[in-house]
């Protein structure tokens, strides 16, 4: 069974930075794609940002790109999201979540932004910007 468990979040002032950092075990780190959503109280569960099993492909939300980065270190099983330039608006419950690589080729690419092909979810982790 897989174990996601998120990190980093925090308080911050507009403006500022968080590096968010989603720990993975129980399965082979490597077979899977990883994302990270967010949920802001009221609102459903949206996209933020995905990568492939590889590194080599990433996608984003048009509201965070230029501004996050997630990136993933296979031999220490993590997955992270760098956030600079938060707003208030970045203010959400971020999760984690792992989307099994085993399957047909372009799985993840053409179904990253959908909660649906995600295997497993972390607990979450708040993120809260203050003006």
């Known amino acids: 069974q897989v174990q996601l468990v998120e990190s980093g979040g925090g308080l911050v002032q507009a403006g500022g930075s968080l590096r968010l950092s989603c720990a993975f075990s129980?399965?082979?780190?490597?077979?899977?794609?990883m994302g990270w959503f967010r949920q802001a109280p009221g609102k459903e569960r949206e996209f933020a940002a995905g990568?492939?099993?590889?590194?080599?492909?990433?996608y984003y939300a048009d509201s965070v790109k230029a501004r996050f980065t997630i990136s993933r270190d296979n031999a220490k099983n993590t997955v992270y999201l760098q956030m600079n330039s938060l707003t208030p608006e970045d203010t959400a419950v971020y999760y984690c979540?792992?989307?099994?690589?085993?399957?047909?080729?372009?799985?993840?690419?053409?179904?990253?932004?959908?909660?649906?092909?995600?295997?497993?979810w972390g607990q979450g982790t708040q993120v809260t910007i203050s003006t």
């Open positions: 990568i492939d099993w590889s590194g080599r492909s990433t």
């Open positions: 129980g399965r082979t780190f490597s077979s899977y794609a």
């Open positions: 979540a792992a989307s099994w690589e085993g399957g047909h080729a372009g799985y993840y690419s053409d179904n990253y932004h959908n909660r649906g092909a995600y295997d497993y």
